[in-house]
């Protein structure tokens, strides 16, 4: 088998679960690494025995040597280091939120398109092995044609521990939260044609919104809630799961917390045990997202290899992109907003 060589650019909070599961992967591997701090680079380099390690992305993309680049950095730096990668034609994934503006987003697109390079965002929620699971059920036609949904992330975990920059922002659980649990909406319900959002701020230490309710209308008719919160205590922490609810013409899927997978129709209800494999470098509670991070990059990979479009394309994320802008608009305005207008 082709190992395709990899370079990784962040090398901090996040990207520590993307070299672990770069270890994983079949076919691919991290071959060097950038980063601006010279302590962080030298822990993660030493951690994953990477011997090549820059503190510029210039200099990395001058050496060369590898077939893809893996953009892990905060957003401030994504349209820089995307285009950058475009120039040296040098396959792209971008984490999320993949740009400061749609704007943006929709230029590093273009600037790939026109390189002739992939370019995927890291949105690895959708690929969390309970959503897969969900999405299963659905194309298996157990509950007919679905008119109703809700996809719902509400918990009092303490993110800021970990990283404290999203206290700091205007913009905090649509934009960092709430894009995965849109873009699951999307890959469960399909595109959406119009949303109306509400958002609250609950915690006084931080600047952004905490709380957010997202009403969807999507273009195949059926309508679905996102709700997110960093803000509810529960009697028991479901963090980080995110539950399902799915109406449909034949029956219900219903995701609950503790993975289990309920799905109602003619024949009775049955309850299936969808939970995320503990990986050997994972930890609970993290151990689902960490699972997806590992599905997303080997997806990658496969893509790669077939030379097939990849799940969450820039192109397709520009689609989810827009629903957070749109859900900002929203709250902003007090109003609905059309969401294909801002794509086009």
Partial sequence: MTVLKGALIGC?????????????VRGAGIVAICD?????????GDQFGID?????????????GFDFVDIATTVQSHRFLVEMAARNKVPAICQKPFAKTLSDAKAMVEACRNAGIPLMVHENFRWQTPIQAVGKALDSNAIGTPFWGRFSFRSAYDVFSGQ??????????????????????????G?????????????PAIKGEDVATILLDHENGATSVVDVSYATKLPREPFPETLIELDGSEGTIRLTQGYGLQVTNAKGTTTTDVSPKLLSWASRPWHNIQ????????????????????????????????????????AARGQTIDVGAMLR
């Fill in 52 to 64: 090549r390690r820059y503190g510029d992305a210039e200099a990395l993309f001058a050496d060369g």
């Fill in 164 to 189: 404290p920059y999203l206290a700091e922002g205007e913009r905090f659980i649509i934009e960092d939260l709430g894009i995965h649990t849109l873009d699951i909406a999307r890959y469960i319900l």
């Fill in 291 to 330: 699972e997806s991070v590992y599905a997303i990059q080997q997806h990658w990979v496969d893509q790669l290899e077939s030379g097939a479009q990849h799940s969450t394309s820039g192109a397709d994320n520009l689609k989810t992109f827009a629903l957070v802008e749109a859900a900002y608009d929203s």
């Fill in 12 to 24: 901090g909070f996040f990207a520590v679960n993307q070299l672990h599961a770069w270890k994983d």
């Fill in 36 to 44: 601006r701090d010279p302590e962080r680079l030298k822990i993660v």
């Fill in 191 to 203: 595109d959406v044609r119009s949303l109306t959002a509400r958002t609250k701020r609950v915690n």
